[in-house]
């Protein structure tokens, strides 16, 4: 059995929330960032291939954002955007920033002659710190809240989406019902890594382990 599923066996009890749901610019497929909890550090992790939004927003937690990229996905900046974008960590409103450790890019760059493919363009994105921002913001593999990973898309032209008790606000000033949570019969989205993974075209395909799920 994997880490994987061990983790979400021993977790079955416990409902998992999320802090941010995504949807990906070119094809809308959703994925969501769970909930941090300082005192569980198996909390963090992410899930993707949720089946419908109206899901995944019962899971959302009170106050967690939801981040539509669709608006996004003819516009000529989107890669270049996502390779710079920072990642959710999974709290919901601080300013903190996550930064990637140096010893951890010094490790990127040590295994890049090993790695091929996207792997290796992975590593010398974290060696090289390509894309980080000249002002000290957040770069690529650093983790902020879900509200910062929010302004980061809102800023770009994404649609953000803010739960508020038992209704979305969305930032057109359009406000969406929640749905009453149905009884659910069907398996459980699968659970991934701690950070967002993304491309999904098939010319794009070989940098998905770069890009999260954020354009496919």
């Not at 880490?3 to 802090?19: D, H, I, L």
């Not at 950070?195 to 395909?205: F, G, I, K, V």
Request: net charge neutral; glycine share 8%.
């Amino acid at each position: 059995m994997s880490p994987a599923k061990r983790r979400s066996s021993s977790r079955r009890g416990k409902q998992t929330r999320y802090a941010e749901i995504t949807l990906a610019a070119l094809t809308g497929a959703i994925s969501a960032t769970h909930l941090c909890d300082p005192a569980d550090p198996q909390s963090r992790g992410s899930t993707s291939g949720i089946w419908s939004l109206e899901r995944a927003l019962e899971d959302l937690a009170e106050g967690g954002y939801v981040i539509d990229l669709r608006p996004l996905a003819a516009h000529p900046q989107l890669l270049s955007w996502v390779l710079r974008a920072p990642l959710s960590n999974g709290r919901l409103e601080d300013e903190q920033i996550e930064r990637l450790p140096d010893e951890v890019r010094e490790a990127a760059r040590d295994l890049m002659p090993w790695l091929g493919g996207a792997y290796q363009w992975l590593a010398f994105l974290a060696a090289t710190r390509s894309g980080e921002p000249a002002d000290g913001s957040a770069g690529p593999f650093d983790g902020v809240s879900a509200a910062s990973l929010a302004a980061y898309w809102g800023s770009r032209g994404a649609r953000i989406g803010k739960r508020r008790g038992n209704a979305i606000d969305w930032s057109d000033g359009q406000r969406q019902p929640l749905a009453a949570p149905a009884r659910r019969a069907a398996p459980r989205p699968r659970k991934n890594r701690e950070q967002n993974s993304a491309l999904a075209t098939p010319e794009e395909r070989d940098s998905e382990s770069c890009c999260g799920d954020v354009l496919s």
